[in-house]
């Protein structure tokens, strides 16, 4: 019932838009872009994913104590 009533509904993917900025702007060749996923466009556009705050030093350290670098599970050394 929430699709007929127009909630969690997304707008088509941006063809146009996506083969321009990848054929055009970046001068893609039609075989690498056609290739390409569109996360890796967003990427080579410049794009990127929004990151959390950055940890102060105390919160890394705790971190770092909560998760001490170790043997790797099955090392033989």
């Given at each position: 019932m929430r699709?007929?009533?127009g909630e969690g509904?997304?707008?088509p993917f941006p063809w146009g838009a996506a083969m321009h900025a990848g054929l055009c702007l970046l001068?893609?060749?039609q075989r690498d872009f056609w290739?390409?996923?569109p996360r890796e466009l967003?990427?080579?556009m410049g794009g990127s994913r929004p990151r959390g705050p950055v940890?102060?030093?105390a919160g890394l350290?705790?971190?770092m104590g909560a998760f001490p670098?170790?043997?790797a599970v099955g090392s033989s050394q």
């Open positions: 699709a007929a009533a509904v997304q707008e001068r893609l060749p290739a390409m996923t967003w990427a080579a940890p102060e030093r350290e705790a971190l670098d170790g043997e």
